[in-house]
């Protein structure tokens, strides 16, 4: 993990329970300020004020910025969203591995290999992911199924 990720950092206000609620109310909010904001810029490249203050202007320049920041919401989710669903699945998969070891002592379905999680970013959801599979690996090396375990305090039988 970078250490630069662990220091607090300024965010936006929470708008919502839930994360992607907010990116779609922060993105198509910025879209809706986007278009309100671009008829007066055009202004600034020499377009009459009519043409550039005119309803129609502000009609195509709000709806336009609206769509950009529903499209932007929409590929944002679908790059983060895959990814979180994999981890969540993952996670609720190993728990449900570890509760059922733990009531019986059966270990046996616990397989390091089938629960780990490709790492393909760099970056939080990326860290996320290589500490999930450090948690895997973690449980992996305590686990009576392996061949090394051997139980607290045990000592090795001496053979003559």
Known sequence: MKAARDKPEWSLPRLSGSVFTDLAIWMVGLGLLTGIA??????????????ALGSRM??????????????????ARAVVSRRLRLLRARTRQVAAIITHATATGDWSKF???????????????GDSTAA????VEAIDTCTPSRPSWRPPGHKPALTT
Do not use: K
């Open 38 to 51: 671009f008829p007066f810029l055009v202004l600034l490249l020499g377009v009459a004020g009519p043409s």
């Open 58 to 75: 502000f009609a195509a320049t709000v709806t336009a910025g609206l769509l950009v920041g529903g499209a932007n919401f929409q590929l």
């Open 111 to 125: 397989h390091a290999q089938h629960c780990r999680i490709p790492v393909d970013s760099d970056d939080e959801i």
């Open 132 to 135: 999930f599979n450090n948690l």
